[in-house]
């Protein structure tokens, strides 16, 4: 049996937390000793676990396209001499791409193993407001149906021959694929939520700190507490 601290719930708080600790480093050895002590992490996990580590990689590439595009945007200004680097603007771009590959492994670190069930039920458990639990529910799945109904039209249409050219036929098959694909996700989310409902899944389950007379204090002290952390890291 695990431990209460790896609950569901309590990793997706310690994940939260941790992302909002790497977004206040400044400094960008510290940003990639700790890239590399949890990548170094997460693939020890990863090959005792059996996952396939090409997955993960192609997955990283494909986020790493974005800090590309930082890279691209951010090195270089326009001055009196015409185009210049620009070494601020690099510095940015590097502490951006060291974050953001941080967070991205902490979360999967921090969240393996966690299926779209596991997560709607830790996040009904977490001390938020009920329509906010619920609007997170229904996201949840609705991504996820998303993307499953996009992977099944992307087969069909590959088994009919389907090559997209820039023509007007193709803006035509992919409009149409759009709005099919929005129809039935929107039945799916609507049968999942009956679903949900009938297995006596309660979308207003309110958390019981929330009707604790000291939670107000706690909450007033965490958001001093990250209005002075986020104002000294900003000096």
């Not at 996201?139 to 007007?168: C, D, H, W």
């Not at 036929?169 to 992919?174: K, L």
């Not at 949900?196 to 507490?225: M, N, Y």
């Amino acid at each position: 049996m695990k431990p209460a601290i790896f609950q569901p719930h309590f990793r997706l708080i310690f994940t939260f937390v941790l992302g909002l600790s790497v977004s206040a480093i400044q400094n960008p050895q510290w940003l990639l000793s700790l890239l590399c002590l949890t990548a170094g992490a997460l693939l020890v996990v990863l090959i005792r676990q059996g996952k396939p580590l090409a997955f993960y990689l192609r997955r990283a590439l494909i986020f790493n396209l974005f800090t590309l595009l930082i890279w691209l945007t951010l090195s270089w200004k326009i001055s009196e001499n015409g185009l210049e680097w620009h070494a601020a603007g690099m510095h940015t771009a590097l502490l951006i791409t060291l974050r953001m590959n941080l967070i991205l492994c902490t979360i999967w670190l921090c969240l393996i193993n966690m299926t779209d069930s596991i997560l709607v039920q830790a996040v009904s458990k977490l001390p938020l407001p009920d329509k906010l639990i619920h609007l997170f529910i229904l996201t949840v799945r609705y991504i996820s149906l998303l993307g499953e109904l996009n992977r099944q039209m992307t087969q069909a249409m590959k088994a009919r021959g389907f090559q997209p050219k820039f023509n007007r036929r193709t803006f035509s098959v992919i409009a149409q694929r759009v709005a099919l694909l929005l129809i039935q996700a929107m039945v799916q989310v609507e049968k999942s939520e009956m679903a949900l409902k009938a297995r006596g899944f309660r979308f207003a389950s309110r958390s019981s700190l929330l009707d604790k007379p000291w939670w107000k204090t706690v909450e007033i002290s965490t958001a001093l507490l990250l209005i002075i952390g986020i104002y000294y890291a900003q000096r």
